[in-house]
């Protein structure tokens, strides 16, 4: 059964980076029909998409987001990291890593789901 | 950018009531759309992709219809195991977007 664990500091200061890694257990993050995408949710809000990225190492980002985002692939360890720079309160949320179907080319929807961790963003 | 809405933001319903949710794309979108449902602190689970395709293990119940702009989700009958936000999300030209969800409680 795929699994996928997010990890990373609950708490990160204003102004610095947010780091989070996904490890990916009972398959290969390597598989050619799969992306690997980021999602996350302020409290009490609905779902954002942050960036998908494939095995090759091919990514794609919210246009929102994209100067401030950077995704990558560590296909040796199994895992997919987030870098969000320059964080301020507003990204406060639950950030979930997901697999994603690779249809016509790109990542279509989220099959799989990590449980969530959550991300303060402090002053 | 194309804008998802959803509409009702909120739906009360009854076990047993069948129940539709409705998504609005502001350009046509084909059929690539999908439907999650959220509880509280969980994860999504994907229930619809491609419109109306039925994910594995998902309730027969649940079935999506719809294309280019309009879609809807419909439950046949509802159990209290539905209660829940339920997502929109359209996939296309390598860009991803979700409704604002509707939140489905008991009347």
């Known amino acids: 059964q795929l699994q996928l664990q997010e990890s990373g500091p609950g708490l990160v200061k204003s102004s610095e980076t947010l780091s989070l890694t996904c490890t990916v257990s009972?398959?290969?993050?390597?598989?050619?029909?799969?992306?690997w995408g980021w999602i996350r949710q302020p409290p009490g809000k609905g779902l954002e998409w942050i960036g998908s990225?494939?095995?090759?190492?091919?990514?794609y980002y919210n246009p929102s987001l994209k100067s401030r985002v950077t995704i990558s692939v560590d296909t040796s360890k199994n895992q997919f990291s987030l870098k969000l720079s320059s964080v301020t309160a507003a990204d406060t949320a639950l950030y979930f890593c997901?697999?994603?179907?690779?249809?016509?080319?790109?990542?279509?929807?989220?099959?799989?789901w990590g449980q969530g961790t959550l991300v303060t963003v402090s002053s | 950018d194309i804008q998802m809405t959803q509409s009702p933001s909120t739906l009360s319903a009854s076990v047993g009531d069948r129940v539709t949710i409705t998504c609005r794309a502001s350009?046509?979108?084909?059929?690539?759309l999908a439907w999650y449902q959220q509880k509280p602190g969980k994860a999504p689970k994907l229930l619809i992709y491609?419109?109306?395709s039925l994910e594995s293990g998902v309730p027969s119940r649940f079935s999506g219809s719809g294309s280019g702009t309009e879609f809807t989700l419909t439950i046949s009958s509802l159990q209290p195991d539905d209660f829940a936000t339920y997502y929109c999300?359209?996939?296309?030209?390598?860009?991803?977007?979700f409704g604002q969800g509707t939140r489905l409680e008991i009347k």
């Open positions: 997901a697999r994603c179907w690779q249809g016509g080319g790109d990542c279509d929807y989220f099959d799989y």
């Open positions: 009972g398959g290969s993050i390597s598989s050619s029909n799969y992306y």
């Open positions: 990225i494939y095995y090759s190492g091919s990514t």
């Open positions: 350009q046509s979108i084909s059929s690539w």
């Open positions: 491609k419109a109306s």
């Open positions: 999300q359209r996939y296309n030209n390598y860009l991803i977007t």
